[in-house]
């Protein structure tokens, strides 16, 4: 089977779909499909040097020629909409007769759509409405955004996969009765990582943390600053004096963002909106718990006994690290290990790939 794959951009500061795309597009050449992968800011190349299957081609001139070096594919799998090249991509697959799949990465959802509303409006009446109910499948990796399309009325099938998780090795026996202390000499770690975005909820979350200021905690804020937020926030933590326990890493390079989890005791995620959150399942997979909102689609966290599911506010986040920061370290130890067996058994890549290829073959053609 061959297999295209386009996503706007495979960069790390593009976030989690990026992250998502880029092992999918490596765990389906090592299953056996020939895939190609393109981005139109030509950072397929980085992926390309990462990869050692032969099956993975990564393109970086523009879409035309690469689906012609490419040839004919099976399915054109699309990632994202809302921008000219999702447009293009659909405009061709019509002409071309072939099976186009997207995945809406929560683009649909109601913070997306209202973020830049009335240029996304505008695109909605004039093309991308049309391009959505030209699709032949839609996905989802949640249920709650499997709602939100169909929703929509668009009388497109949508199927639901989970983005994969990978599972590391750990330098340490979760298994162990006693818990490995991550710093015993130092404060204990809260840890965000991920954009530096309104979407993200950190307003939020440092006001929640200036009600309670957990004695013996810190909270590390880490990730790229986009629009400028960071400035904001930075203003915030010094009006509420909290310089001493918040602090900004900046941007992390990926092979650094293990070792980032593996020092913190709790990870948070404060978002308004989220379709999948690929950092929750990162940081489960390194056997750290989670704090996360309901606006995100972890329900397994309380459900698992492996983190914490919190309505969107203040008061939620200040009532979840009220609970996380008042545990003993075994206790988060415990939550953790049971958040890492999660992962491994829903989320791992070879029960994903199976799902994929399943899809692509009930549209092969259609």
Known sequence: MKVFLAITSLRQSYGGPAVAVANLAKALSESGAKIGLWAPDGSAANIAMSSSTTDLQCF????????????RPDILHDNGIWLPHNHKLALLAAHHRISRIVTLHGMLEHWAVNHKKWKKRLAWWLYQRRDLMAATCHLATADSEAGTLLGYRLGIPVRVIPNGIDIPKLPFDQNAEQPWTRDSKGPRVALFLGRIYPVKGLPMLIDAWSALRPRGWVLHIAGPDEAGHRTELEARVRAAGLEAAVRFLGPIASDEKHKLYRRADLFVLPSYSENFGMVVGEALANGLPVLTTKATPWSLLSEKRCGWWVEATVRGLEEGLRQATSYEPRMLWQMGA??????????????????????YAEFLNN
């Not at 970086?60 to 040839?71: D, R």
């Not at 491994?344 to 029960?351: C, E, I, L, T, V």
């Open 60 to 71: 970086s001139s523009g879409l035309e020629k690469a689906l012609h070096e490419f040839g």
């Open 338 to 359: 049971r958040g890492r067996s999660l992962i491994a058994q829903d989320f791992s890549w070879p029960g994903v790939v199976r799902r994929f290829t399943s899809v």
